[in-house]
């Protein structure tokens, strides 16, 4: 499976902006994952893009949505309300072959190769 994300950029503190991810296929399970420098990986987001089902860290719960068009394999991530600490390169990942559809990094087979969000005070 091979991602491609768009979408990043440089905004003040309380914008937004919204990250895509094109699958070369269809995927059960897909992630956003985001790296700030000296940090590791974590998870933001993840969604079972058949029924949309999503589930969010408790750090953008409320001001991050994931959405998915099932007929472009393709996923979005909605970030509202942005934080200097939102400030990372985030990344898109997928999952196939079943398991739970979790928000861990180890879960993930497919990466992108990451867009760089930018958020200032």
């Known amino acids: 499976v091979q991602l491609v994300e768009s979408g990043g950029g440089s905004v003040q503190a309380g914008g937004s902006l919204r990250l895509s991810c094109a699958a070369s296929?269809?995927?059960?399970?897909m992630g956003w994952f985001r790296q700030a420098p000296g940090k590791e990986r974590e998870g933001v987001a993840r969604i079972y893009t058949g029924s949309g089902s999503t589930d969010y860290a408790a750090s953008v719960k409320g001001r991050f949505t994931f959405s998915r068009d099932a007929a472009k394999n393709t996923v979005y991530l909605q970030m509202n309300s942005l934080r200097p600490e939102d400030t990372a390169m985030y990344y898109c990942?997928?999952?196939?072959?079943?398991?739970?559809?979790?928000?861990?990094?180890?879960?993930?087979?497919?990466w992108g190769q990451g867009t760089q969000v930018t958020v200032s005070s």
């Open positions: 296929r269809y995927t059960y399970c």
């Open positions: 990942a997928a999952r196939s072959g079943g398991g739970v559809c979790g928000k861990n990094v180890a879960d993930f087979s497919y």
